[in-house]
């Protein structure tokens, strides 16, 4: 079938559109591509280089896999950094979660006062984690923090309990602060989730002599499970990469015992609390790292895909 000399005109001028506008969609998303690829590809080529390396920064010497060698037959204080940070990841999340969840119901009831009370739990979010670190770190003080001067005065405890001396309660303070800082970014997705529910669902169910447990995991669950399974997945990885927390509480004290491998990794690297720089084994340590971060995550999303599916 012949096009008529018009068709071929405007198809041509079709054509001369969308080249133009794949044009000035690469013009525009070309400063994020190349921000992306300078800040993250090039870093990740420099760590590769430098794990192969003893390097100060100053002078390096290539040692080939003697910094791999040193992390899994020499340095059990990695390891046990790293089993604290999963410790306190999963502990922290066991609470976090549920919590966000039930909030975000209560809120979703759209009762009185509910934008009040939304933007209240929302604003622990807005701090910085250095900053709600050093808030509990007062909070928690030995002798003149609120929370020994609190329990002393309704007789809960005789003597001031030294929070940071002892590894399960370091953790307890660390795990503590970081739910307060985080909950409410949790609580406004699943909100969102939630508020996009189709309420003839319910009105079904009410028909069909449903009770409120039964819809909470027979609608809202699977309905909402797409984005719980998302919400879970940031709130791992964000838990496994913390370190500034526990830099503005604990500093990794008493002996290293509430360290977690993001601030021994950083230490290791800017020669940070007494150590000396060495980027080349920091270098290799955070290769381990990303690679027990990505084997988490994958384990994570293969046994999490029923969630991702909705009705």
Known sequence: MKMTKKELGSSSMNVKWIKKDSVQAVIML???????????????????????????????????????????????????????????????????????????????????????????????????????????????????????????????????????????????VIGFASVWNNFGINMIFFLMALQSVPKELYECASIDGVNTVQKFFKITLPMIGPTFQVVLLNAIVGSLKMADLILSTTNGQPGGKTEVVMTYVFKYFFGYDGRSIEIGYASSMALVTAVVLAMISLIYMKSSKKLGQSF
């Open 30 to 172: 070309a400063p994020m591509l190349i921000g992306f690829l300078l800040f993250t590809y090039v870093p990740i080529a420099y760590i590769l280089r430098y794990a192969l390396y003893s390097s100060n920064g100053f002078k390096e010497t290539f040692i080939g896999l003697d910094n791999f060698v040193r992390v899994f037959a020499r340095d059990a204080a990695y390891w046990n950094s790293l089993l604290n940070t999963i410790i306190l990841t999963f502990g922290k999340l066991a609470v976090e979660i549920p919590l966000a969840l039930l909030l975000a119901v209560l809120l979703n009831r759209g009762q009185k006062g509910t934008g009040f009370f939304r933007i209240t739990l929302f604003l622990p979010t807005v701090i910085s984690a250095a900053i709600a670190g050093l808030i509990f770190s007062l909070m928690f003080a030995s002798f003149n923090g609120t929370v020994n001067g609190l329990l002393q005065d309704i007789g809960l405890i005789e003597r001031p309990i030294s929070w940071f001396s002892k590894k399960g309660t370091g953790l307890f």
